[in-house]
């Protein structure tokens, strides 16, 4: 008998290991091993990331144990039964109201789930609260044309392998406004929907570690979208995956992991938004195109604390921001990527940071102009112990230069140059970091500077330095 049972064990094991990958998977693999993941249409990059296991699966297939990220081309089933009892089912409602209809339902709370699949206007009010019973997602919009509106959807469930959300959109031409979305796992989730507006949403994930909180506001495949006026509090990243044209504005991010991360997407313009006390502020990663502009960062801290990185990302814009109080000012890692291409950034205020700029590799095509430096630890520093002389540095102020402006043009009237003397150190060392403006680190840096030991390593020079804050970008604006 017991060896019935385990043959019958060993047969059923080897049926589960031979059972085909479900939804045309197996097919989309072994087109992936054929191809190399090479020439199949995908940006530049993501066959490294598929070997890093930076991402779990090609776009669109289901990762393996994840029910969440694919599935996106599946229409929900409608709900039958609500999560909540002793609740109104608000499907019920939905279900009622005719095609491009206004449906107003009476203030109070619901239960969800809720799934939308026709043109349809819900305006709450301020006064209809739709709750998920802390199971699955709350509300699904897959329809176009249709309006959100005064809901508060909360209680998701706290699974990330189905990506338990407050409200998924599926659709286009779509307006959400004025929803307050709380104690759930991911908030807002755009999957190959365009041309939608996204305003003036207050979000809030659940109450777990920064790490294993979910998503604020997500786009995949998502194209031409507006994010406007939202205030996102305690929430994991706002993230935008292979998602172009996109317009981030007004926005307010705060403890937060990374406001805005764009990975392989284009063109996107972040402006105007306030981005405080997160990890990071906004993180280009192989994308090309854009632009960041007039935004404020503040208190980006921490080990990884930065206010606008970029990695192997080219041709994007970065000017008048405002960026204090951030362990990183702007980081640069290979970037700009593609031959030929650009980084600018112009007229921003850079000040109070550990470091203004760092740089991860002595690499050319950034041009730095018209920016003021003022109050950093450290102005410009370098991780590969090079220098950033290849660079473009031009009409920027620096607090520390030592010059005169004789004929009162408002550009000083020798070069600005930048030594790296004992502060080297902590660069090449990262344990030194700890030291760093100590006293005994001050000490031997005055002692390098009046008795070199070695010679200093210039880092960078700015040959029309600006004399005062005001006249920094005077020359880059043409005046």
């Known amino acids: 008998m017991l060896l019935r049972l385990l043959a ?24 992936l091993q054929r191809s190399g993941a090479r020439g199949s249409g995908r940006p530049a990059g993501e066959a490294d990331d598929l070997r890093r296991g930076a991402l779990s699966a090609p776009p669109g297939m289901a990762a393996p144990g994840s029910a969440g990220w694919g599935g996106i081309d599946e229409k929900a089933a409608l709900p039958v039964l609500p999560r909540v009892p002793g609740l109104p089912f608000l499907q019920d409602l939905v279900n009622a109201a005719p095609a ?28 209809v609260i739709i709750d998920g019973g802390g199971k699955g997602t709350v509300f699904v919009l897959e329809a176009n044309d249709s309006v959100l509106r005064g809901l508060h959807l909360t209680a998701s469930g ?19 406004e004025d929803l307050t979305i709380d104690d759930c796992l991911f908030g807002i989730d755009l999957k190959k929907s365009n041309d939608n507006v996204v305003r003036n949403n207050r979000i809030r994930s659940k109450p777990f ?19 406007a006026g939202n205030r996102i509090e305690d929430a994991r990243d706002m993230v935008a995956w292979y998602s172009n044209d996109n317009r981030y504005l007004g926005n307010e991010a705060r403890r ?10 284009a063109n996107n313009l972040v402006e105007g938004n306030r981005f405080a006390d997160n990890a990071v502020g906004v993180y280009i990663m192989y994308s090309g195109g854009g632009v960041i502009r007039r935004n404020v960062f503040s208190h980006a801290n921490g080990p990884t604390g930065m206010a606008v990185g970029f990695k192997e990302a080219s041709d994007v ?38 470091v203004g700029m760092s740089f991860l590799a002595d690499k050319d095509g950034t041009l730095i102009e018209g920016n003021v430096f003022e109050g950093n630890l450290t102005p410009v520093a370098m991780g590969d112990s090079g220098s950033a002389r290849h660079n473009v540095w031009r009409n920027n102020y620096w607090d520390d230069y030592q010059g005169f402006d004789r004929n009162r043009d408002h550009i000083g009237d020798r070069p600005h140059e930048l030594y790296a003397y004992a502060d080297q150190l902590w660069m090449e060392m990262p344990y030194a970091r700890f030291f760093r403006n100590a006293p005994m680190m001050e000490m031997l840096d005055f002692l390098e500077r009046l008795a070199p030991f070695s010679s200093p390593v210039l880092l960078l020079r700015d040959e029309q330095p600006a004399f005062t804050p005001a006249a920094a970008g005077r020359r880059s604006a043409g005046e």
Request: proline share 7%; glycine share 12%.
């Open 256 to 265: 937060s992991r990374y406001s805005i991360h764009f990975m392989f997407a």
């Open 8 to 31: 019958a064990g060993v047969s059923c094991g080897l049926a589960l290991i031979l059972l085909p990958l479900p939804g045309g998977a197996e097919d989309a693999l072994t087109a």
């Open 209 to 227: 570690d920064l790490g294993t909180r979910g998503d604020s506001l997500r786009l995949w495949y998502s194209q031409r979208n507006l994010i």
């Open 317 to 354: 814009l970065v000017e008048e921001n405002e960026i204090i109080y951030c362990g990183v000012g702007i980081g640069l890692d290979m970037s700009p990527f593609e031959p030929e291409s650009t980084i600018r950034i112009r007229r921003n205020r850079i000040a109070y940071n550990g």
């Open 100 to 127: 491009g209809s206004l449906l107003r339902p009476p203030p109070g709370r619901y239960s969800g789930p809720l799934v939308v699949n026709k043109p349809l206007t819900i305006d709450g009010g301020g006064q």
């Open 158 to 176: 706290a699974s990330h392998d189905s990506d338990d959300a407050c409200l998924n959109v599926r659709g286009d031409r779509n307006v959400i």
